[in-house]
């Protein structure tokens, strides 16, 4: 399996194919003849079709019905034609257009449409032939080609290079063009912005690699399995979004099913009260916990839950109010009817999904196999993105009402969670959207076993996703309540768990995450409250000796920068003046209380104020004595009034 189908382009109206040969190390390319598909639909489909096998280089053309949008429940004519060239399909198409007949099926690309109906799916390992493409069948085991490649990124101020050698950070822009500009590579992958910036610095950049793929900073493999999943060759990958590899998969099972896709068609919601929408238009589970510090706290996660929910109860845009539906169903947690006459678009594609996944995290187990991770992390996102584009107003296979069936069905599955934790004692202390936190757990086997419990009650799949020794839920900075996603712990298997602080946040300056993280290793020291209590007094000072760094001026303005990768989206706000006087990414520095671009700061000195008051608030993530005296407080008459563990709430 040392030759690989790495990628296909049109060029000159024609499809050709690129191969790499891991033993030599060569791309080959070649050009292909791909069966290229258009659709075409008016009055006197049969005329249609004949004129169109009259054309040169059409190789045939014939009348289909297909099921028409929004409930594909009425059968319209489509007529089909075949052609080798792509020059004549867009002609073809854009005539018709011109004459008054409507194209459909336009989405996804042509080429991958071929692709798919040739079962020739990128990246993937082929069998020797000149005259065919013979393609190994793909298996979630097989690894990825090994080849020279770039990724370039930016992060906490550097320009960041990933390479089959490591990882390198380059604080000059000019000194990571001069490195790739020495380098011969098959692929690279790059930031938008940064390609931007680096193209300006030197052109030549463009030529050091067979293919540039333009996108996020994301990593080789999820590139190449989302380019896999979706048929999507790399040389359609730039600026592509989760959202369309996500459509372009639901698409392509709408094809083998002959659903008409039509971006001109949705599906309208229908008129209701403001009553109504308080009611039914409402999103996920998401507590207000109290903030504070929590002892024995089992953090139970759903496994794919919104995906999940769609796959069980067959949710997806054509399948909710269906007129004329032979088997509706009505759950009492919702005011929308599902019709089962048939599995769905959406479930139907998303639910292999969901098993790839659990595929992936099982390899990743058995072997520690990074690739394994980066695998399951991509298909991860396309999960996390079939719910968002389920009620977008563009999406293709979604609607409204499907979005308010997956938000109500997580709410009742969340409800009977909490009641399931409450009848067996224990208290949620936290939850979000497909995650509860459940205090008063104080062995992991017993974390095991709430989760086996919950499973059984709601019929959804979870995991324990952590068991703490302690947890802590940090207040907002300029109020005394908590933020949802902001906590962090010590896990009691030694390892630490923190989300949404200053630390994780990709715009704080580096000092800033280097002191809170220092901050939070004090802490993370402690497992009893005698021994957190002396490391809320170290941590504190910790922050005190930044302060004193920044007071004197002696940190090296690199660690002070903040960065961004784009400027302000608000249309209706002026930006920043650094977008005015800069361009992406961002590298900036507080100047006299103004972020300021850190090149024409260099002279001005830094406000040291404000780094101050930055580190303050990390400061204020960190639990107080007060905090620690009221949770060891709770324990202590819990404990003497004869509780194991805490009460129930109502």
Not at 10 to 27: A, I, K, N, P
Not at 401 to 425: D, I, N, P
Not at 463 to 468: G, M, P, R, S
Not at 551 to 563: A, F, Q, T, Y
Request: with cysteine; charged share 30%; proline share 5%.
């Amino acid at each position: 399996m040392a030759k690989w189908f790495l990628d296909a382009y049109v060029s000159s109206g024609w499809v050709f194919l690129v191969f790499y040969d891991e033993d030599t190390h060569l791309l080959e390319t070649r050009r292909f003849d791909l069966d290229l598909y258009g659709y075409i639909t008016g009055r006197e489909p049969g005329l249609i079709a004949s004129e169109l096998r009259s054309i040169d280089g059409v190789l045939d053309a014939w009348v289909e019905d297909w099921r028409a949008p929004p409930f594909y429940d009425s059968l319209q004519p489509v007529v089909v034609f075949k052609t080798r060239s792509y020059s004549v399909l867009r002609s073809i198409l854009g005539l018709a257009s011109v004459k008054g007949l409507r194209v459909v099926n336009t989405y996804p690309h042509p080429l991958v449409e071929a692709l798919y109906r040739a079962r020739i799916q990128p990246v993937t390992p082929v069998k020797n032939s000149s005259s065919r493409v013979e393609t190994i069948e793909w298996s979630p085991g097989i690894g990825d080609p090994t080849l020279d490649y770039a990724l370039v990124g930016f992060e906490d101020g550097y320009y960041v290079l990933e390479s089959p050698e490591g990882r390198e950070r380059y604080w000059s822009l000019d000194d990571l063009a001069k490195d790739l500009s020495s380098r011969k590579l098959h692929l690279g992958f790059a930031d938008p912005y940064v390609y931007s910036r680096l193209i300006e610095v030197e052109p030549g950049i463009a030529s050091v690699a067979y293919r540039w793929v333009i996108g996020g900073f994301y990593s080789l493999h999820e590139y190449f399995e989302w380019s896999r999943l979706s048929y999507t060759p790399l040389s359609l990958m730039s600026n592509i979004t989760i959202g369309r590899v996500l459509t372009t998969i639901e698409a392509l099972y709408a094809r083998d099913r002959r659903i008409i896709v039509d971006k001109s068609r949705g599906r309208r919601e229908g008129w209701r009260s403001i009553s109504e929408l308080l009611l039914f238009d409402r999103g996920g589970v998401v507590y207000q916990p109290r903030p504070g510090l929590y002892w024995w706290v089992c953090q139970v996660d759903f496994k794919s839950l919104y995906p999940s929910i769609m796959v069980k109860y067959n949710v997806s845009g054509e399948t909710i109010d269906k007129p004329n539906c032979g088997t509706p169903v009505k759950p009492e947690w919702t005011p929308h009817t599902i019709c089962l006459d048939e599995e769905g678009v959406v479930p139907a594609s998303i639910g292999r999904l969901i098993d790839l996944k659990d595929i992936y995290d099982k390899l990743y187990k058995e072997t520690g196999n990074t690739i394994y991770e980066e695998r399951k992390k991509a298909v991860k996102w396309i999960l996390v993105a079939s719910f968002g584009y389920l009620g977008y107003r563009n999406s293709l296979f979604g609607s409204v009402m499907a979005h308010e069936v997956v938000t109500s069905t997580s709410r009742e599955v969340l409800r009977r969670t909490r009641l399931v934790v409450e009848e067996m004692g224990y208290r949620v202390v936290h939850g979000i959207v497909d995650s509860l936190f459940i205090a008063g757990v104080e062995e992991p086997g017993e974390c095991n076993c709430v989760k086996d419990r919950i499973v059984g009650e709601t019929g959804f799949d979870a995991k324990v996703e952590a068991h703490y020794v302690w947890l802590y839920i940090p207040r907002r900075l300029n109020s005394s309540d908590s933020v949802a996603n902001k906590y962090y712990g010590l896990l009691t298997n030694g390892s630490w768990k923190i989300k949404g602080v200053m630390a994780v946040r990709s715009d704080t300056p580096p000092l800033v995450k280097k002191a809170e993280l220092e901050a939070l290793a004090k802490l993370f020291e402690a497992r009893t409250p005698s021994e957190l209590e002396e490391k809320i007094e170290e941590a504190n000072h910790v922050i005190d000796e930044y302060i004193e760094l920044v007071e004197r001026r002696e940190v090296d303005p690199r660690e002070l920068v903040v960065s961004r990768t784009s400027g302000v989206r608000d249309r209706y706000r002026r930006p920043p003046r650094y977008v005015l006087e800069s361009k992406p990414p961002y590298r900036l520095i507080y100047v006299n209380g103004e972020l300021v671009p850190f090149e024409k700061a260099l002279n001005r000195g830094y406000d040291v104020d404000k780094y101050v008051e930055l580190l303050e608030k990390t400061r204020r993530e960190i639990p107080s004595r007060i905090d620690l005296l009221n949770s060891y407080y709770v324990e202590k008459t819990l404990s003497r009034l004869g509780f194991s563990r805490a009460p129930k709430t109502r």
